[in-house]
């Protein structure tokens, strides 16, 4: 599937396109199937996210899973810090990014 | 240290002033986001990874406990409740709202500290010897050329669009603690034969994707021509620095591409134009900073003995200590790297904790270093052990300054949208095996990038580490044989890259070789310099 | 051609046609010239006593060569109108003036009070340049 990511313009938060607004989690995030590049335009003329890009995800049993690490560590938060993460009390967290 | 006067103060205030407002007309929409970032990264706000991140500049790598104290302030009010501390010596906080920016910043400018020029196509922060000012083999404390020229290029109009970032650094030793040929420019201050002091200067230094060592191009600029010179080197660069592609625009590619030679002459014809500008401060100004870098009140009774029957303060005297120039003094090392620690990470309370040992046993005054760590220049002998005794019940007692424990790392892809590679989680695997070898290995400065960026400085690392991306999995080269100081050098890549456990282990059996083959007094360094990379090469791949 | 939005001048507006720096030397008649980043504009040191109008184009305004061409005009007693055109934004404008540009022909026009703000935020400045502001460190040790 391909998912759009981004960023809240007043708080920088990781945000996830959930079919209607930003999500601030991966599992809401929807298919946009071609139509990123026609929501980014309209979603950051609207300023409700900059810095937007389409990436390739897949649903899995847990969630929606985006397909390179280093989106997988912007969905979750840092793994040295599962405190800070989206997920501090989930051990099965880390296995999730990695 | 230096203190603002109105003047200074009103820079800053404005450039608050200047901020807020162009964040208001982001905000509306007045400006797009491709006007706006330039903006926003001469101010030091980045978009990372996860949040926009602030990095504060730390002049030279001097503050004072009250500037260090709001920093663990900062980080709670405006952050997650730590600091991160880079090998630029400045401090970055990861989790900044655009929103709350302004107001950080001005609580910054109320403490003299801003984030002016920490990012974007401008001279960055200048960086220093952290031991500037206490050091017994400074010819000259460096700092207030680096403050005069601090000032010559905080919002110089000329430079502030230029092809690329452009970082100084002045040092005032033989012995070079600022990694000096590794920046775009590299201030030397060095005394001629007549005894007059005078900048030696290196242009073309870098590391990154080409890296490269500064050629020296002037052996001797007096100081009274200190501006002028250094105005001639960035517009020749303005000028005829590569625009066309972002890889090849430092001027260490200039540099490179028109020869030594050339990129001099260019310099000098400008500089000879320049001399008749004006454009140089009084060398009353100079004398004027240089005031508020004179000794400390010395205590000059203070007993130059030491106490060392607690073993473990004796292993961190030994390790994180050096000598001071004044007799009963040390210069204290405070490692920000806790065995399998974040390196280069603080807290908010010890940070704070850090700012009052200083306010009371280091003359109120800091360093941060860039190898992470923090510095208290100024420490009594007599006051060491209480000094010692409170780092240790703040995790910040760990003896393993230039050990194998001290790792430098950079952020890496837990914080860093440029990373291919998380760097933070091998520093800890690294540290946590070797931490029972720390002190049968000795001298190693062990540097960890999580991308060509080179942000860990990995080149420069006795044993270096570079993550990259292979087919989208995480994997790490391992260099070795480099080094920062007046022997600079730039590591050898040793052949294929590892997985994580890879890697460690890598670093393993290169320390094996060197444990086995070294003779007397070498350090890894001089063993690897003496027998080359063939032993190492077999013991990694067979 | 985008119109002058801002000028600090005194004379007329020169409405002369800007001519490139490489046609420029066979022109004799040409009193306006406009620089683009790539060019020298140390070429035109020889021409100056001819020129009334110095273009220098920012095609992107993350291009910073035109800061230099206008100060080393400015250094070589070049006295006309030196006109910064193209991608001019608001806050470009301190720094321009510094560099010796004295009037301003955005491609996209401005906000006025968002310029006039920039052109007057920076009470004083730490570098001598061309605009013969005093910079603070005259100021500090008055001669």
């Known amino acids: 599937m391909k998912i759009l990511t981004g960023n809240d313009l007043k708080t920088g938060a990781v945000t996830w396109w959930d079919g209607q607004g930003w999500s601030l989690h991966v599992n809401d995030a929807v298919d946009v199937a071609d139509q990123g590049a026609h929501l980014i335009a309209r979603e950051e003329a609207a300023q409700n996210v900059f810095a937007a890009y389409v990436i390739d995800g897949e649903q899995t049993a847990e969630g929606v899973r985006p397909a390179h690490i280093k989106d997988r560590i912007r969905a979750l938060g840092p793994t040295v810090r599962p405190d800070l993460t989206l997920k501090p009390a989930d051990p099965a967290a880390l296995n999730w990014v990695i | 240290m230096y203190k603002y006067d109105n003047y200074d103060q009103q820079m800053v205030d404005t450039r608050v002033e200047e901020f807020r407002d162009q964040v208001r007309r982001r905000l509306s929409g007045e400006l797009s986001e491709e006007q706006f970032r330039p903006l926003r990264l001469q101010n030091g706000l980045y978009l990372q990874l996860h949040a926009y991140m602030l990095r504060v500049a730390v002049p030279y790598g001097t503050l004072s406990s009250a500037q260090m104290r709001l920093l663990g302030d900062i980080a709670d009010k405006y952050d997650r409740g730590y600091g991160h501390f880079t090998t630029r010596q400045n401090i970055q906080y990861n989790w900044i709202k655009l929103e709350e920016t302004p107001d950080l910043l001005a609580d910054l400018a109320a403490v003299e500290m801003h984030a002016i020029q920490t990012s974007g196509n401008c001279i960055r922060n200048i960086s220093s010897d952290q031991y500037a000012g206490a050091a017994a083999d400074e010819i000259i404390d460096p700092r207030p050329y680096a403050e005069l020229l601090r000032q010559w290029s905080s919002f110089h109009p000329e430079f502030l669009t230029l092809p690329r970032k452009f970082k100084i650094a002045v040092i005032a030793s033989e012995t070079d603690r600022a990694a000096m040929r590794l920046h775009d420019i590299g201030i030397k201050m060095v005394r001629n034969d007549a005894g007059e002091i005078g900048a030696q200067f290196y242009v073309g230094g870098g590391m990154g994707r080409t890296p490269m060592i500064g050629p020296m191009i002037r052996e001797f600029v007096p100081l009274d021509q200190l501006i002028t010179y250094s105005e001639a080197c960035l517009r020749v660069y303005n000028r005829y620095g590569r625009r066309d592609n972002k890889y090849k625009a430092r001027i260490k590619i200039l540099v490179h591409e028109l020869g030594k030679e050339e990129y001099t002459r260019q310099v000098e014809e400008e500089f000879q134009h320049l001399l008749s500008q004006g454009i140089e401060p009084p060398i009353a100004e100079l004398e004027r900073i240089k005031t508020y870098f004179v000794d400390p009140a010395y205590d000059a009774s203070a007993s130059d003995e030491l106490d060392l029957s607690d073993p473990d303060f004796r292993l961190w005297v030994e390790r994180n200590t050096e000598a001071h120039k004044q007799a009963g003094y040390v210069i204290a090392t405070v490692s920000l790297k806790p065995v399998g620690g974040i390196p280069g990470d603080a807290s908010a309370d010890q940070i704070r904790l850090m700012a009052d040992l200083a306010r009371d046993y280091s003359f109120d005054e800091l360093r941060v270093t860039h190898a992470q760590n923090i510095v208290f220049p100024h420490v009594r002998k007599a006051d060491l052990y209480k000094v010692w005794q409170a780092l240790n019940a703040a995790e910040l007692g760990t003896p393993n300054l230039d050990t194998i424990g001290d790792i430098i790392a950079c952020p890496g892809l837990d914080y860093c949208s440029l990373a291919n590679a998380r760097s933070i989680p091998v520093a800890q695997k690294i540290s946590e095996r070797f931490a029972a070898k720390q002190e049968e290995i000795g001298e190693m400065k062990l540097k960890i990038s999580g991308c060509i960026n080179a942000c860990g400085h990995h080149h420069a690392g006795h044993i270096g580490i570079l993550g990259v991306d292979r087919k989208g999995k995480e994997n790490y080269q391992l260099l070795l044989g480099g080094s920062e100081g007046a022997d600079t050098s730039l590591g050898q890549i040793t052949g294929p890259g590892f997985d994580e456990d890879g890697i460690v282990n890598a670093v393993e059996k290169a320390t094996e070789v060197y444990l086995d083959k070294r003779e007397d007094g070498e350090r890894f360094l001089d063993t690897y310099r003496r027998i080359g990379m063939a032993p190492f090469k077999e013991a990694l791949y067979g | ?143």
């Open chain 3, 1 to 143: 051609m985008s119109d002058v939005q801002f000028r600090f001048r005194a004379d007329e507006p020169v409405s002369d046609p800007a001519v490139t720096v490489d046609a420029f030397a066979d022109q004799t008649n040409a009193t306006a010239v406009r620089v683009e980043p790539g060019d020298d504009a140390r070429e035109l040191l020889p021409h100056l006593d001819r020129l009334r109008l110095i273009e220098v184009n920012f095609p992107a305004f993350t291009d910073g060569r035109g800061y230099s061409s206008a100060r080393l005009l400015r250094e070589a007693g070049f006295d006309g109108e030196i006109r910064a055109v193209g991608e001019v934004t608001v806050d470009m404008l301190s720094h321009m003036r510094r560099c010796g540009f004295d009037a301003f022909a955005p491609e996209q026009p401005l906000n006025p009070a968002d310029a006039e703000a920039a052109f007057d935020r920076w009470a004083d400045v730490y570098q001598a340049t061309v605009d013969g502001r005093q910079p603070i460190w005259a100021k500090r040790h008055p001669a």
